[in-house]
C-alpha cells in the first residue's frame, strides 16, 4: 500500500515537472502499436513504444515534405 502511494506521487511530481513534448504522430502511432501488441501475445507495452518511434518518424517525414513543397513553390514564384 505504501509503495502505491509512494509510486503514485512520484508519478504525479515527474509529470508535473516534465517539459512539454512534442508528440505529434507518438500518440497516434502508440494507441495503434499498444492494440496491435495486446492482441498479438500481450506485448501492448512494447507495441505502444514500437508505435510512438514509427508514428513519430513519419510524422517528421510528412512535416519535411511540405516543408520541400512550400519551399518548391516560393522558388518557383
Given at each position: 500500500?505504501k ?5 503514485a ?5 515527474l ?12 500518440l497516434?502511432?502508440?494507441a ?6 495486446h492482441?498479438a501475445?500481450?506485448h ?15 510524422a517528421n ?5 511540405q ?9 518557383s514564384?
Amino acid at each position: 500500500m505504501k509503495f502505491t502511494a509512494i509510486a503514485a506521487v512520484l508519478a504525479a511530481c515527474l509529470a508535473v515537472a516534465a517539459p512539454a513534448a512534442n508528440a505529434k504522430g507518438c500518440l497516434k502511432g502508440a494507441a495503434v502499436g499498444g492494440t496491435a501488441g495486446h492482441f498479438a501475445h500481450h506485448h501492448g507495452l512494447l507495441g505502444a513504444a514500437a508505435g510512438c518511434v514509427i508514428g513519430r518518424h513519419r510524422a517528421n517525414q510528412k512535416e519535411a515534405q511540405q516543408a520541400q513543397a512550400q519551399q518548391t513553390q516560393h522558388v518557383s514564384r
